[in-house]
């Protein structure tokens, strides 16, 4: 079994930081890979990042390039994603994920955390 707790969510103001964490519990944790969705409210849950077993692939939404990192360190079973230049269409639920590729959907993923919640401000 693979668990998921995300943390870092967050008030800031818009043009802040952030960084969201995930810790991964289970022994098969470097063989996933790992994303980032993010849910709004009324809104169905988007991707945003996924980064490979390796760190070797990365995928990012057109809305997050270039503003949003994703990074991984195995050692510690942790994901991360570093937001920079937030903006209030950035408020959501952010929720990390384990699957077996950096793809988009939702289904390719098998495991998911709780979300953190990161609230930006005009």
């Known amino acids: 079994q693979v668990q998921l707790v995300e943390s870092g969510g967050e008030s800031v103001q818009a043009g802040g930081s952030l960084s969201l964490s995930c810790v991964v519990s289970g022994r098969t944790y470097r063989s996933y890979a790992m994303g980032w969705f993010r849910q709004a409210p009324g809104k169905e849950r988007e991707f945003v990042a996924a980064i490979s077993w390796n760190s070797g692939s990365k995928n990012y939404a057109d809305s997050v390039k270039g503003r949003f990192t994703i990074s991984r360190d195995n050692a510690k079973n942790t994901v991360y994603l570093q937001m920079n230049s937030l903006k209030p269409e950035d408020t959501a639920v952010y929720y990390c994920?384990?699957?077996?590729?950096?793809?988009?959907?939702?289904?390719?993923?098998?495991?998911w955390g709780q979300g953190t919640q990161v609230t930006v401000s005009s």
């Open positions: 994920a384990a699957g077996t590729g950096t793809s988009v959907l939702r289904r390719a993923y098998d495991y």
